[in-house]
Structure formats: C-alpha cells, structure tokens
C-alpha cells in the first residue's frame, strides 16, 4: 500500500478514540454549550461526524466502488443537524454510531483493489473525485472538526475561569 494512503487510514482508525476522549473531558452540561462565533456544540459535532461519515462518506465510497462515474450529493451539515435536531440526541449514541460508520468505511478501504481507487464520481460543489480521493477528504474533515472542538473547550475552560475570577480591591481593575 501507498506510505501516504497507509498513514491517512491510520489517522482515520484513530479519529474515534479521539473523538471519544474529548467528550469525555467535559461536564455533561455542557455538551450543549455552542463557541461563541457560533457553529456546533459539542453534541451536534459528534453527530454531524457520525452522520456524515455513514451517509457522506460511507455512501460516496459505496457508490464509486459499485457505479461508473456516480453523481454524489453533497451532505448538507448546517440543514442535517436542524433537521436531526442533533442537540437533543444522546451523546452515546453519537460516539458509537460514528465509531461504527468509520470502522465500515476503513474495512471498504481494505477491501479495496488497485482498480477501485482509480474509480470515480462528481461529487456536487467539489467536482471529479476517486476513492483515493476519499481519505484524504476525510482526514481534512476531521482535523477540521478536532480544531473546533478544541477551540469550543478553549472557550468553556476560559469561561468557567472567567466565572469564578475575583478582583482583588487593591489592584488596578478593582
């Protein structure tokens, strides 16, 4: 296998532990709070994971494997996760259904042989893609997704901060 294509599926295989890790730092109230330059909470960023990992990605790798030269349709995360009403589902859920739609879609790459990664489709608003493509696209997406993590903790952990900071009477803000 490719050197490039072997260390984007290990980085793949390790997005569900990470994901796993992260909610399990933070309160379970707080699962809701959205960042304050808006965005997802940490509740609707597992599920829009595990969503668009079954029925974006699962389903590109699904159709560019069995079809010649599929049109793909873009998954729509802003209107999925209203109409999923992502906010109101349980975080368990989240976390095991995106671990099994990521442990599927590694196994179809397995499965793959060196014909299927020349194969092809259209994906709308991106264009000609192959499934060699699809890592790639992937491991983007979840470095996209652990910075917004990251940086909604950020905010929570400086608010809370923020919260119980007192101003000492003596000092030049008191």
């Not at 599929?70 to 906010?87: H, I, K, Q, W």
């Not at 696209?137 to 997704?145: K, L, P, R, T, Y």
Request: glycine share 8%.
């Amino acid at each position: 296998m490719d050197p490039i294509l072997a260390d984007l599926l290990n980085r793949l295989r390790e997005m569900p532990a990470w994901l796993e890790s992260a909610a399990a730092r933070i309160d379970p109230e707080l699962t809701v709070a959205r960042p304050k330059t808006g965005g997802f909470c940490l509740l609707e960023q597992v599920w829009h994971l595990a969503e668009l990992e079954e029925n974006g990605f699962g389903e590109r790798i699904r159709r560019i494997v069995s079809e010649d030269e599929p049109r793909l349709p873009d998954f729509d995360g802003p209107r999925a996760a209203r109409e999923g009403n992502y906010a109101s589902r349980i975080l368990e859920d989240g976390l095991a259904r995106f671990r099994a739609a990521r442990t599927a879609n590694l196994a179809a790459f397995r499965l793959a042989g060196p014909g299927d990664w020349v194969r092809g489709g259209v994906q709308d608003g991106v264009g000609k893609i192959t499934l060699a493509d699809v890592p790639r696209m992937m491991a983007e997406h979840d470095s996209s997704h652990r910075d917004e993590i990251e940086t909604l903790f950020s905010e929570l952990a400086n608010a809370r901060t923020a919260r119980f900071r007192t101003v000492h009477p003596d000092s030049p803000a008191g």
